[in-house]
């Protein structure tokens, strides 16, 4: 399993904004780019002139690390969206939205998506009643998503599930006290919060 091990608070100060990779870290004073809100290195400080193409890849760069792909990764679902019929931007955001590691956190059930990417690989998570552990699954329309029943009472989930306050998108429909979620239509973009701009990043494999 591929994944970026490095500090991951160093890759939000790179993008100059706030990628919720640490979970409740990143809303109190302790994080970094609070005391420092300005990109790490010698030259951090420096305002370099911005060109088209630091500006894609930037939009690139800050998508791939919100979801916690690898270059490969992002490149290869990169080109299926465009195969797919549509809008290729949207089309991507829809196909990470849709990954089991994603969903479990969009659930409340991981503080971050580096937390419920872990939850899923320990074989926490169920699709459709049976235990999926690949954090890139993807789920379809009409796939009901679970915790196991003995990972319910795990005090680290039950801590997430009673004091995050997030709400479910709505293409995703809770129940069972919030340890069930049913996938009852695919993601619009109005739907998705990230602050990306996937034209951008449209533009730059484009090239």
Sequence with gaps: MAR??????????????????????CDSMKCPIERRPYP?????????????????????????????????QFRNLYEEANRTHGITGENLLRMLELRLDNVTYRAGWGASRSQARQLVRHGHVQVNGKRVTIPSYRLRKGDIVSLKEKSRSMIVIRHNVDTIDRQVPPWLEGAQEGFEVTVRDLPLRE??????REQLIVELYSK
């Design 40 to 72: 790490p290195g010698e030259h951090g400080r420096d305002r370099p002139r911005e060109s088209e193409y630091q500006i894609q890849l930037r939009e690139k760069q800050k998508a791939r690390r919100i979801y916690g792909l690898l270059e490969k």
């Design 191 to 196: 739907h998705i919060d990230v602050p990306v």
């Design 4 to 25: 970026y091990t490095g500090p991951v608070c160093r890759l939000c100060r790179r993008e100059k904004m706030k990628l919720f990779l640490k979970g409740p870290k």
